[in-house]
């Protein structure tokens, strides 16, 4: 037997992008690569990328410049970019870095067997069509070797929102949701590979409207109750949610269906409705309140998590103000916040830009402000039970790591507990990343 090629893939981005390495590694070793962790050992690297805000594209270009040196010594390394910068700019990337020997993007990925094998011949591949068919249905099916406990399974991709500054609806591509019975097999699968929880993924994931197996639409609810009826599945979460798609059901499956942990991640971007209104959200900042008003009601001690942008065009200090309300009455367990990044082709990049510093400014004062609420929630846990999945050993000898139901990293010395099991922790102390426990 000859000697495996080695596949080295740096994935960057969302979870989704994690995903997509994990089926496009799949679908490369049915071409004899095998995956390795150094990049200098590698026959072909892949760069999975991230086009939401400049910064992440840019590190794709300079990713790209230090892995060009590589082909001095191994002239048949081949060079691939996929991911989202490679849907946004194509062939440019190939121009702007003529190292690329091959370009794909997200929908494409079952074509990347053949364009490896273009590539090989000398000649460069490039791949950026927004296909009829299924790329999971053409993709590789996968290995049947064992896994972690926690996995993510994309049910629903793409976007139709549109919100003014965002990149997705055109690197993703209109919303395609995977039919129910896809899910429920590719669910078992991972069950049987040592999987405990999977997280459900979608750009716009509860707007999930796959075919069930009678041909009728199914709900992103009704597909939790049917994964709900996995034996050995343990876990069920999603991400990310749009406020406006919060079916009531949903809310119900949060109060009703046990294996849905209490986390809820839901970007709202600002709490102000002008700027919500150009930013073309199609909520209010107080239907989001009453939103979580009603979800809190179903599931008194859920998480709440969201994502926030700020200094978006026009946006005034009365404006940035209003979204500073908006986080002190949520009280976020998590948030995510990020400095708003003018990406072309998006309405909002032909606005008024705020002024940079202003922006730097706002960012910290809201950062500060999630920082304490994140902390207060984790000091809140002190002395609580909770449930912990355990996925890997601590960095301390004896030392076990794991999930919270609430997603908190929760580590146990001196554990006697297996990987993939849950098992009840009392919390004794809470530091900046993570919780401190014994086993009850
Ligand atoms: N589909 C999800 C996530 C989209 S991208 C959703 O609808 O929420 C993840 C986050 O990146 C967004 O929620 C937003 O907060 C941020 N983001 C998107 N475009 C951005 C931009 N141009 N500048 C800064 N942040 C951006
Ligand atoms: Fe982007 Fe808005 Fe779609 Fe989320 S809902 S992916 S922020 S366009
Ligand atoms: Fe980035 Fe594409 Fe995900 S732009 S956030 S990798 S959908």
């Given at each position: 037997m000859?000697?495996?090629?080695?596949?080295f893939i740096k994935t960057y981005g969302c979870q989704m992008n994690v995903y997509d390495s994990e089926r496009m590694a799949e679908a490369l070793g049915g071409q004899g690569y095998v995956e390795t962790t150094s990049a200098d050992e590698a026959d072909m690297i892949l760069l999975n990328t991230c086009h939401i805000r400049e910064k992440a594209a840019e590190k794709t270009y300079s990713e790209l410049g230090r892995l060009k040196a590589l082909k001095k010594d191994k002239p048949d390394l081949k060079i691939g970019v996929a991911g989202c910068v490679a849907q946004?700019?194509?062939?440019?990337?190939?121009?702007?870095?003529?190292a690329v020997d091959l370009v794909v993007g997200p929908q494409s990925y079952h074509r990347l067997p053949e364009m490896e094998a273009k590539t090989r011949t000398g000649a460069?591949?490039?791949?950026?069509?927004?296909?009829?068919e299924d790329k999971f249905e053409k993709l590789a099916s996968r290995p049947k070797a064992k896994r972690g406990p926690s996995a993510f399974l994309t049910v629903q991709e793409g976007c139709d929102k549109f919100c003014a500054f965002c990149v997705v609806p055109y690197t993703r591509g209109a919303?395609?949701?995977?039919?129910?019975s896809r899910i429920l097999d590719e669910a078992r699968d991972l069950v049987e590979r040592g999987v405990r929880e999977i997280t459900l993924l979608g750009q716009n994931v509860n707007a999930y409207h796959g075919a069930g197996p009678d041909g009728s639409d199914y709900t992103l609810a009704k597909l939790i109750w049917d994964l709900d009826r996995v034996d050995g599945l343990e876990r069920i979460r999603f991400t990310t949610s749009h406020p406006n798609d919060m079916t009531d059901d949903l809310i119900e499956a949060h109060g009703t269906c046990a294996k849905l942990m209490p986390y809820l991640h839901l970007p709202v971007q600002s709490g102000s409705d002008r700027i919500l209104k150009r930013m073309n959200r199609s909520h209010t900042a107080d239907s989001y309140l009453?939103?979580?008003?009603?979800?809190?009601?179903?599931?008194?001690d859920i998480v709440m998590s969201g994502d926030f942008i700020v200094g978006f065009p026009e946006e005034t200090e009365a404006d940035f103000q209003a979204t500073l309300d908006l986080v002190e009455e949520v009280n976020y367990g998590y948030a995510y916040?990020?400095?708003?990044?003018?990406r072309p082709g998006t309405p909002a990049a032909e606005r008024a830009q705020v002024?940079?510093?202003e922006a730097d400014d706002r960012l910290q004062r809201l950062q500060a402000l999630?920082?304490?609420?994140?902390?207060a929630i984790q000091n809140d846990m002190v002395g609580r039970t909770v449930h912990v999945l355990f996925e890997k050993p601590g960095r301390l000898a004896g030392q076990m790591g794991g999930k919270s139901e609430y997603l908190h990293a929760v580590h146990v010395d001196n554990a006697n507990v297996e990987i993939g099991q849950i098992a009840p922790v009392r919390i004794t102390s809470a530091s900046t990343n993570s919780l401190a426990g014994v086993l009850v």
């Open positions: 000859s000697t495996p090629k080695k596949l946004a700019e194509g062939a440019e990337i190939m121009r702007r870095q003529p460069t591949a490039l791949d950026t069509d927004f296909p009829e919303e395609v949701s995977r039919p129910v009453r939103l979580i008003e009603r979800i809190r009601a179903a599931r008194p916040s990020f400095k708003y990044s003018t002024d940079v510093a999630i920082t304490q609420q994140q902390h």
